[in-house]
């Protein structure tokens, strides 16, 4: 996929140019060869399917660690006073690398743990049904909502016997019927549909009449002065996103990904979380390389208060929490945005900021079973649907945040204000499937259109794309960033710190 290829006659190469112009003109921009405003030029190398699927994978893949990248190059440019910002460098090899940094972490040579028993597809009477039980609460929920609260605090061997109940009682239960009961009670579950009966969902409908990244401006009539700390110009090719302030209010792994690329382009990213929820350690030091780490309860008067201060001389906000919780904290965008006008918001969610299920959870599993991409992978012996190489609609949707608050504070250079940008996992999927395409006609029922014209590769060796470090914990291997940038560390600073090991207060 080296840049200038021509792409005629190979459907993977013309994928990945369309994917990257999409990508780049939802955010705002007119041209996908990145002639248009102060982003310098990309170029592309590697093979055009680095992560095979029936699915464009490697093209979203490739396109969102584009965008981030462009945008990147973008503010630089603005910000060092230059016409044209630095060349960035995309390879899909060390993206599909990246696209896994999860399964690539090590530490002194050993890797961790698989998701938990219960997060996967169970059989139903009518069809499948994706649940999720990596954390402790979503586990329990599961459980109640099932009859099998018996069963809540089991763990070793007895963990068998709670496998085995939940299959039996999944085994006699309609999908959306048990869909219904366990997202009722707090859970995380999916019933697998196919495209096609997605997209006849409320919700689904909903979706798609959404843009890939909604982005909503403040009002250009009340800029507010940029404080100084974010004004300073980055002179001698510093990072893009030097001295930055992001409130990262996110948790999992999009949120988290997408804010471990701004702590890269030199932010200083300070993730909130509260002292009630637990953190998976290996997760942590996956998704938590630049950034620090502090915990706040905002239910307690103390904790509030040092939170407002920080989100005082915040630059940027990006929330991943349900829609109600913040409206209930007095933190939901737009309110936000009535605060300091010249905030960038970001938000991110699993099903959509809008319709019936806003305020649903979900992770990229169960996203890719609601919305059809599950019946659209190869299924297991045993019928069971299939997944894609990556958890790409995480990854993906991390990227395109980060490239979306770059732009935003872009925009914010030209008119002092602010705005929010809106993106979700649900909305990722969308695009991947082609549903946003063809005037509405999902590519998904139209295979010939997306299946590699070539066969499926091996996924590259990555250690090219690896590096290790010594840290207190042991040694630890871990997946290079895929955004490379002249002028930018290759990797961070600093890898994850303990999980809220940092004082509430920013960088000076």
Not at 18 to 27: F, I, N, Q, S, Y
Not at 141 to 157: F, H, I, K, S, Y
Not at 261 to 273: E, H, N, P, Y
Request: glycine share 12%.
């Amino acid at each position: 996929m080296a840049r200038g290829r021509d792409v005629a006659g190979d459907p993977d190469a013309a994928a990945v140019v369309r994917m990257v112009g999409e990508a780049w003109c939802a955010l705002g921009g007119a041209d996908s060869a990145g002639a248009d405003g102060r982003a310098g030029p990309v170029t592309f190398d590697g093979p055009a399917v680095t992560l095979p699927s029936p699915l464009p994978v490697t093209a979203l893949a490739v396109a969102t660690v584009a965008a981030a990248a462009r945008a990147a190059s973008e503010l630089a440019a603005l910000r060092r006073g230059i016409p044209r910002g630095p060349v960035a460098h995309i390879d899909s090899r060390a993206v599909a690398v990246a696209f896994h940094s999860e399964r690539h972490l090590r530490r002194d040579g050993a890797g961790f743990g698989s998701f938990d028993p219960l997060s996967r597809f169970f059989r139903t009477a009518d069809g499948w049904l994706r649940t999720h039980g990596n954390y402790p609460h979503h586990r329990r929920r599961l459980l109640t909502a099932l009859g099998l609260g018996d069963l809540v605090d089991v763990d070793g061997t007895a963990a068998e016997a709670a496998l085995a109940a939940v299959i039996r009682v999944l085994a006699a239960s309609r999908a959306g019927d048990a869909e219904d009961a366990i997202t009722g009670a707090g859970g995380v579950a999916a019933a697998v549909r196919t495209p096609d009966t997605w997209l006849a969902h409320p919700q689904g409908a909903t979706v798609a009449t959404l843009p890939l990244i909604g982005v909503r401006q403040a009002d250009a009539g009340v800029p507010t002065t940029v404080p100084g700390h974010w004004a300073r110009a980055v002179t001698g090719g510093g990072p893009p996103a030097a001295g930055i302030r992001v409130l990262d209010l996110t948790r999992v792994i999009a949120g988290p990904i997408g804010t471990r690329t701004l702590s890269l382009l030199g932010a200083d990213v300070l993730r909130v979380d509260s002292p009630r929820l637990p953190e998976i350690a290996e997760q942590h030091l996956d998704t938590g390389p630049g950034k620090r780490s502090t915990l706040l309860d905002l239910d307690a008067q103390a904790d509030r208060k040092a939170f407002d201060a920080l989100l005082a001389e915040a630059d940027v906000v990006v929330t991943g929490y349900r829609m109600d919780g913040l409206a209930a904290r007095g933190l939901a965008p737009d309110a936000l945005l009535e605060r300091r006008p010249d905030l960038v918001v970001a938000t991110l969610s699993a099903w959509g900021a809008h319709g019936p299920w806003a305020d649903r959870r979900g992770f990229d599993s169960l996203v890719q079973a609601g919305t059809g991409i599950a019946v659209r992978c190869p299924p297991g012996a045993d019928g069971t649907p299939g997944t894609l190489p990556a958890q790409a609609l995480d990854h993906g949707t991390g990227y395109l945040l980060a490239a979306a608050v770059l732009r935003g504070l872009a925009t914010r250079m030209a008119n002092g204000v602010g705005g929010v940008y809106e993106l979700s996992l649900a909305r990722t999927a969308a695009w991947l499937l082609g549903t946003d395409r063809a005037g509405g006609n999902s590519e998904a029922d139209r295979p010939d259109a997306v299946v590699p014209s070539s066969p499926a590769r091996e996924l590259p060796d990555p250690s090219p794309w690896l590096a290790e470090v010594d840290t207190p914990a042991g040694r630890l291997t871990y997946a290079l960033p895929p955004v490379i940038l002249d002028g930018t560390p290759r990797t961070w600073t600093r890898l994850a710190e303990p999980f809220g090991a940092s004082a509430p207060a920013w960088l000076a």
